[in-house]
């Protein structure tokens, strides 16, 4: 059965600085916050959680919700609106906005965010072509969330044993073939089968790991840089500020004065 399109009308397509100081309000319309740089701060029904290049997040119709930019930052976002919506896309929306979410960002949509970031910077008083881009994303969105219905159903990965490993071993180098014993998987099979499942290559989400620490760390405890690499699993301090630069759009010093 054919994917329906996302309806044009039910969607605007936005770019916005998120200013530091804490909002709260509601909405009736869904909206989807994904960050082309830096980061910010949302609370949705009381579930806490943040945008950044790696994460975004899914606001549905009339929830309560605060959110606040940290530092420099720059956000996409599509308020999406179901009057008028066909009934098919309805259906796609309901599974989108069903609850709160902050869905991962692999990096080929973290590649697509940035083309039509670009796009938008360069053309955004064309209606057409920000609703247009703001459909491509909302369906890459969704196919990672939930799948196409045209494959066959996806092999089954323990990710919570693997979590469970990879926080218990985070401060040392975790090698994808160690990972793939973990799993009872050869190398090559548990790289796809990973890719598949989760959204991320193994090397991937283990930065994506090391970072969420970090932040936390960061965030929570007196603890110098160079201890926080340390049980990050970084080489060193330079090697933190750099990946928090280059994924978080900011720096440790900066995320630990926000």
């Not at 044993?161 to 998987?185: K, P, T």
């Not at 790289?191 to 193994?202: I, L, R």
């Not at 060193?236 to 900011?250: D, H």
């Amino acid at each position: 059965m054919p994917q329906p399109a996302w309806n044009p009308s039910m969607l605007s397509t936005r770019l916005l600085c998120l200013d530091d100081q804490a909002h709260e309000h509601a909405h009736d319309h869904h909206q989807l916050v994904l960050s082309l740089s830096g980061r910010a701060e949302f609370e949705v029904n009381g579930r806490g959680g943040e945008v950044c290049r790696m994460r975004a997040c899914l606001v549905p119709g009339d929830a309560e919700h605060q959110f606040a930019g940290v530092g420099d930052n720059r956000m996409l976002i599509l308020d999406l609106n179901e009057q008028d919506t066909p009934e098919a896309d309805l259906a796609l929306l309901s599974e989108l906005f069903e609850t709160p979410r902050y869905p991962a960002l692999d990096a080929d949509f973290q590649n697509l965010l940035s083309y039509a970031g670009a796009e938008l910077a360069r053309f955004g008083s064309d209606p057409h072509l920000s609703r247009a881009l703001g459909g491509v994303l909302l369906r890459a969105l969704h196919l990672r969330l939930f799948g196409s219905p045209s494959r066959g159903p996806a092999s089954v990965l323990d990710v919570e044993r693997l979590d469970a490993y990879i926080g218990e071993h985070l401060a040392r180098r975790i090698s994808v073939a160690e990972l793939a014993n973990v799993a009872c998987l050869s190398p090559s099979h548990f790289h796809a089968q990973f890719k598949d499942s989760v959204g991320f290559t193994p090397h991937q989400y283990l930065l994506k790991a090391r970072l969420d620490r970090a932040s936390r760390l960061l965030q929570s405890s007196p603890l110098p840089l160079v201890r926080i690499a340390e049980e990050c699993g970084f080489s060193s301090q330079s090697a933190l500020t750099t990946a928090m630069r280059r994924y978080l759009g900011l720096t440790p010093k900066r995320l630990r004065n926000a």
